[in-house]
């Protein structure tokens, strides 16, 4: 079975610009989960959307945004770049119903992106 | 606000070691947690998760414990292999928060050598 799967896997913008970046979950999985990755602060989590609604949001400003389909793909936009977007920015999905059930999250390879 | 730390941030072993990794977290109402391997510019690989109502979870030589109560979790290695070597990182979910909503450590860099 496919795994997710993150497009572009990498990207280079310039500052001010914006960004969108895709996901497409394992097939079934309804909740899709994006992360921002980077050496000094970790893994930290944006937003989480269930069922097209978006069920969770990390703390993040609002030039971070995200949504997803009708068919659980899931796309997160970054406007007004700033030189510390520069990440590796991870989706994440799982085949969860209910809030609180407890399934494995599986995550894309990244996108890598860089602005200069 | 739940903080999750992992120590030590590398370890380097010689092929064939024992070793164990560390994750502690500071407010035990969680639902469970999880054990990724991550390898460099690669996504996260899920090796093992415990619900918070388990004491460990085993998978080939992989053994990951967890203490709910002292906040604690550790995942134990046998006989260590050049192809472990990752960054492994523990992430928990809050108890009543979403699985899609996953708090991480920084990570144990993991360098197993030949």
């Known amino acids: 079975k496919a795994g997710v799967t993150q497009t572009p896997r990498y990207l280079i913008k310039t500052r001010g610009q914006q960004v969108t970046l895709s996901c497409s979950p394992i097939s079934g999985h309804r909740s899709v989960s994006w992360y921002q990755q980077t050496p000094g602060q970790g893994l930290q989590f944006l937003f989480e959307y269930f069922s097209e609604t978006q069920r969770n949001k990390g703390n993040f400003p609002g030039r971070f945004s995200g949504r997803q389909f009708s068919n659980s793909r899931s796309e997160m936009n970054v406007s007004t770049l700033e030189l510390g977007d520069s990440a590796l920015y991870l989706c994440a999905s799982s085949l969860v119903g209910q809030v609180g059930s407890s399934t494995n999250a599986f995550f894309g390879q990244g996108t890598r992106l860089t602005v200069v | 606000k739940q903080e999750v730390t992992q120590i030590p941030a590398a370890l380097s072993v010689p092929e064939g070691e024992n070793l164990v990794l560390n994750c502690s977290f500071t407010?035990?109402?969680?639902?469970?947690l999880q054990w990724f391997r991550q390898d460099p510019g690669k996504g996260l690989t899920s090796l093992l998760l415990?619900?918070?109502?388990?004491r460990e979870q085993t998978s080939g030589r992989l053994n990951a414990s967890l203490d709910k109560s002292s906040g604690r979790s550790t995942l134990y290695i046998a006989a260590s292999q050049p192809g472990d070597s990752a960054t492994y990182l523990c992430a928990v979910t809050h108890d009543g928060g979403s699985q899609g909503n996953l708090i991480f450590g920084k990570g144990t860099k993991l360098s197993v050598k030949p």
């Open positions: 407010d035990s109402a969680i639902y469970n």
């Open positions: 415990i619900q918070s109502s388990q």
